[in-house]
């Protein structure tokens, strides 16, 4: 027996395609006849000439001859008619009742054709055709969703963008984020071993929402879980589920369960799930199907049974977006904030993921672990693509230490810029740097030891002293505060000392605004002042508006502020005192400086003490490689 290839609904959407087609097609002959009677015959490949075929003329030509007229015929702006001597014409002309009773005073018969051509019938049904049939084929759609889910057609013009398969990614490939691992092996053991907890009556976690800053690894982490349970893994977008057909978001939601539902024991990733998961609002008046399609999510999450094996696995870095239900035990159990790697977890992601370079055995990786703190796992892996792109450019045979700071000094800062300064820019750029220098190694005791300083431009900086911390530090001393505040405040002041207080130049906001953020803090936030006590004072400015400080009286908010003068005071001065006390050594920094534009940590001790030193991150480095060794 012969198998229809065609459902009832296929069946409807061809017939509508071939009446379609074949109204084009009438349309396209209709116009063509319109235009030329004779269907452009031809006789041996040439167009047939017809015999006293009328004359065009123009409307000037017809007032002029408009007592040779024997009859006209008007159709709008068309005119056609005969010549006293027998001629033909044609004519487009402006009906004007004047010039016709002026024709008609003259002799000539005139007639009004007031019927309608085919095209011109065409050009006022048309769009009412088609506007009909629109109307038609998405009230067929919405009558299905209504039915419980749009029509297979709807569906099928948008799909739902799923990335299917059993990835090969384990936890071996994550690194840096231990802790969050630990979290989700439960994830993996229940996918491999059930029954165990089936005997226990434990419940799994239904749904896992892992959030953090863009880049930490919460996709190549939920790949990890499929991949070390072996099970099918579904990846999709909180986007996909949108679109211009409402109801739309509801279909996909289902069609996507159900997939799931077939496939299990299985993993349904819904990365940025903030799309369709916003806070339901009663005041959402246009965003009805949004909340639709996270109510049948909700729905949808809480329906299935718990021996089915779907663990449903969000991502977002907004997780204070979401909507409460969809949070609550049951839904998304468990919440893992995956945080910024530290010192350690640095150095083991750039351990994983040197393997795909050839690195020089002189590379330092803890070093650059250091110098990148707030990275995340991808600025990390693209410092080290950059690093190979600079290796490429300049020749190397491999990745070298240089090629690695050229690059997150590129990231940090921008690339360089081949500007064209003014001398005298130039030397106080040298000591602006150089103050920054002096001071950090006076301070090298609670201060990040220095790794360089350059005065070559980069990005909207002139120049930087860049320091390395030794680990991660998650809390600062008042001894650290304000020493770090006269080192971001000794550039202006060597600007001061060696070109005097009218020389002063703009090149000091950056530091201004990260000391005044650190004291600000201190004083408001961590209740380091002793003026203005243990008292928590926030200060709040939603999109970038200013605002007052919250718990804090007019009173209070005018301490603050004299404080944080008084604080930013002390520091300037200070850093005015240690230089102006070695005006001569911070002079010899500025023009090795000039003479090299760029000065390691090492060669800026060895100016600076007068002798080679090991640096504080040195030691500790030193005695963990001692250790290492014993």
């Known amino acids: ?111 009004i054709d007031s019927s309608r051509s085919v095209v011109e019938m065409l050009g006022t049904w048309l ?18 969703g209504a039915s419980g889910g749009l029509s297979r057609s709807l569906l099928a013009q948008n799909p739902t963008k799923v990335t299917t398969g059993k990835p090969k990614t384990t936890f071996a490939d994550v690194a840096g984020i231990d802790a969050e691992k630990q979290e989700l092996m439960e994830i993996v053991d229940f996918l491999k071993n059930k029954d165990k907890f089936k005997a226990l009556g434990a419940r799994v976690p239904r749904g896992v929402l892992l959030s953090g800053e863009p880049g930490t690894g919460k996709t190549l982490l939920a790949r990890a879980i499929a991949g070390e349970a072996n099970v099918p893994f ?38 940025e799930i903030d799309a369709i998961g916003q806070k339901r609002s009663s005041h959402s008046f246009n965003d009805q199907d949004r909340e639709q399609t996270l109510n049948q999510l909700l729905i949808e999450m809480d329906g299935f049974a718990n021996e089915t094996g779907i663990i449903v696995i969000g991502a977002t870095n907004r997780p204070d977006m979401l909507d409460t239900a969809l949070l609550r035990p049951g839904r998304f159990d468990r919440q893992v904030q995956i945080e910024l790697p530290d010192l350690a977890g640095r150095d083991a992601i750039l351990q994983l993921h040197a393997k795909k370079f050839k690195i020089s055995s002189d590379v ?13 796992g991808a600025d990390l892996e693209n410092l080290l693509n950059e690093g190979a792109l600079h290796a490429v450019r300049a020749g190397h045979k491999s990745v070298e230490q240089s090629d690695l700071d050229e690059a997150r000094d590129k990231i940090m800062m921008g690339p360089k810029k081949n500007r064209k300064m003014r001398e005298q ?56 505060v304000r020493a770090n505040l006269s080192v971001d405040l000794a550039g202006r002041a060597a600007e001061e ?40 004072i926030k200060q709040s400015a939603p999109f970038g508006a200013r605002a007052p400080l919250e718990n804090a009286s007019e009173q209070t908010a005018q301490l603050v502020d ?63 490689k001692s250790n290492a060794k014993k």
């Open 1 to 111: 027996m012969k198998k229809n290839i065609f459902n009832k609904g296929d069946k409807a959407n061809w017939f509508l395609g071939l009446f379609v087609v074949l109204f084009l097609v009438m349309i396209a002959r209709a116009f063509v006849l319109e235009n030329n009677p004779m269907g452009g015959a031809t006789v041996d490949g040439q167009p047939v000439v017809v015999k006293d075929a009328p004359v065009e003329f123009t409307f000037s030509d017809v007032l002029r001859r408009a007592g040779d007229i024997k009859t006209i015929t008007v159709h709008d702006n068309d005119a056609s008619g005969v010549l006293k001597d027998g001629t033909k014409f044609n004519a487009v002309i402006v009906q004007d009742p004047e010039f016709l009773t002026n024709l008609s005073d003259k002799g000539a018969v005139v007639s």
């Open 127 to 144: 769009p009412l055709l088609f506007t009909l049939l629109f109307v038609i084929w998405l009230w067929r759609g919405l009558r299905g």
């Open 234 to 271: 579904f990846a999709t977008s909180g986007s996909d589920f949108s679109g211009i057909i409402v109801g739309l978001g509801v279909a996909k939601i289902k069609e996507m369960f159900e997939m799931a539902k077939r496939n299990a024991p299985c993993i349904l990733f819904i990365d």
């Open 364 to 376: 330092n990786l803890n070093d650059v672990a250091r110098g990148t703190t707030g990275f995340s």
């Open 425 to 480: 820019d130039i030397k106080l750029t040298a000591y602006h740097e150089a103050g920054h220098a002096f001071v950090s190694v006076m301070y090298s005791d609670v201060v990040d030891p220095i790794h360089k300083a350059t005065i070559v431009p980069r990005g909207r900086a002139l120049g930087m002293v860049q320091h390395l911390p030794v680990d991660d530090k998650v809390s600062r001393t008042l001894a650290e």
């Open 497 to 536: 000392v060696f070109f005097g207080h009218d020389k002063i130049t703009t090149g000091a906001e950056s530091d201004i605004e990260m000391a005044t953020r650190l004291a600000r803090y201190s004083i408001t936030t961590a209740g380091l002042s002793d003026r203005v006590g243990l008292a928590a």
């Open 562 to 624: 004299a404080e944080i003068r008084s604080w930013l005071n002390a520091a300037h001065a200070d850093a005015m005192k240690l230089l102006t006390k070695n005006k001569k050594t911070v002079e010899k920094l500025a023009q090795e400086l000039l003479a090299r534009e760029t000065l390691t940590g090492d060669e800026i001790r060895e100016i600076v003490l007068g002798k080679k030193s090991d640096s504080v991150a040195d030691k500790k480095i030193g005695r963990k």
